[in-house]
C-alpha cells in the first residue's frame, strides 16, 4: 500500500467560513484578526488494485486554471482520471470542494468522472437541508446530476480491503475509513482526528458537533491505532501528515 500527502495549502477562515490561502512566510496572522488557521491535505492511496482519494479538498486552481489537486495527484505520479474512489468523511466544504473543477471558463466538470463518490447517506441528505454555509449545495446538486454516486448506512465493509464506521461527532453523519491489505493498514480520521495534536492533549472543541464525543474518539482511535500499528492519515496537520502512534503509561506520541 502507498500513501501520498495531496497538501493543498494552508488558510485562514473567518466568521464567514471563507478560506483565505495564508502563507507564513510573507503573511501576518494579525492582519487577519478573528481567523482560525488550518492546513489542507487530501490523501491518495495506492492499493492492489485500485486507486482511492480521501477527501478533496477546497478545489482551489492555480492561475493557470489547473485544480492543485489534479496537479497533485500528477506529482505523485498518477493521473487524476484514474482515481477508482473518493471516499468522503463528511461534506463539509474543506473537505468537498474538490468534488468537482470550476474552471475559468465558467464551467463546473467532475473532478474526478471516472470514480465512485462514496458519502453517507445521511450526510448527504443533511447538505441539502442544513443551513450551514460549511455545505455548498451546488456541489451536490451538479454530483447528484453527473456523478457515480455509491451512499452508505452506518458502518460496514466496502470492499475486501475498505471499512467505514459512522463516528457522527464532528457532524451527525461524519465516517473514517481503515484500509487493511494484509500486511498495512492505514486510517483516516477525517475531522474526527485531524491533525496530532489534538490527540496529544485532551479538549473538547467548539467547532464540533458532539466535541465530547469526538475527544472520546479520538483517544478511542488512538488505542486502537498503537495496538494494530495503524498508519494514520491527519488532513488538517500542521507538522506530521502521517504518522504511526505509541500508547504508553497513559500517553500518546507520534512516530
Known amino acids: 500500500m502507498q500513501v501520498f500527502t495531496l497538501y493543498e495549502g494552508s488558510y485562514s477562515v473567518d466568521a464567514t467560513k471563507k478560506f483565505i490561502p495564508f502563507n507564513a512566510e510573507k503573511d501576518n496572522p494579525k492582519d487577519r484578526p478573528a481567523s482560525l488557521f488550518i492546513h489542507v491535505q487530501p490523501f491518495l492511496v495506492k492499493l492492489k488494485n485500485s486507486l482511492v482519494l480521501f477527501d478533496t479538498g477546497l478545489g482551489y486552481s492555480d492561475e493557470d486554471g489547473q485544480l492543485i489537486l489534479h496537479k497533485n495527484i500528477r506529482k505523485a505520479g498518477f493521473d487524476p482520471e484514474d482515481v477508482d474512489m473518493v471516499l468522503m468523511s463528511h461534506l463539509h466544504f474543506d473537505h468537498s470542494g474538490g468534488m468537482v473543477h470550476n474552471k475559468l471558463d465558467g464551467s463546473v466538470e467532475l473532478s474526478f468522472p471516472h470514480a465512485t463518490y462514496v458519502i453517507q447517506h445521511g450526510e448527504w441528505e443533511n447538505a441539502f437541508t442544513n443551513t450551514s454555509s460549511s455545505y455548498k449545495t451546488e456541489i451536490f446538486d451538479f454530483l447528484q446530476r453527473n456523478a ?17 464506521e459512522l463516528t457522527g461527532a464532528h ?11 494484509g500486511v498495512d493498514k492505514v486510517f483516516f ?65 507520534i512516530i
Open 189 to 253: 480520521g477525517g475531522d474526527v482526528l485531524p491533525e496530532p495534536e489534538e490527540l496529544l492533549r485532551r479538549f473538547i472543541a467548539k467547532y464540533d458537533f458532539d466535541g465530547r464525543k469526538a475527544m472520546e474518539l479520538r483517544e478511542e482511535f488512538g488505542k486502537k491505532a498503537a495496538e494494530e500499528n495503524w498508519n494514520c492519515l491527519f488532513y488538517h496537520a500542521k507538522s506530521k501528515a502521517t504518522g504511526y502512534i505509541t500508547y504508553t503509561d497513559g500517553q500518546f506520541k
Open 148 to 164: 457515480q454516486l455509491k451512499f452508505v448506512e452506518n458502518s460496514g465493509q466496502l470492499t475486501d480491503e475498505i471499512s467505514y
Open 171 to 181: 457532524c451527525p453523519f461524519h465516517q473514517v475509513f481503515l484500509l487493511d491489505d
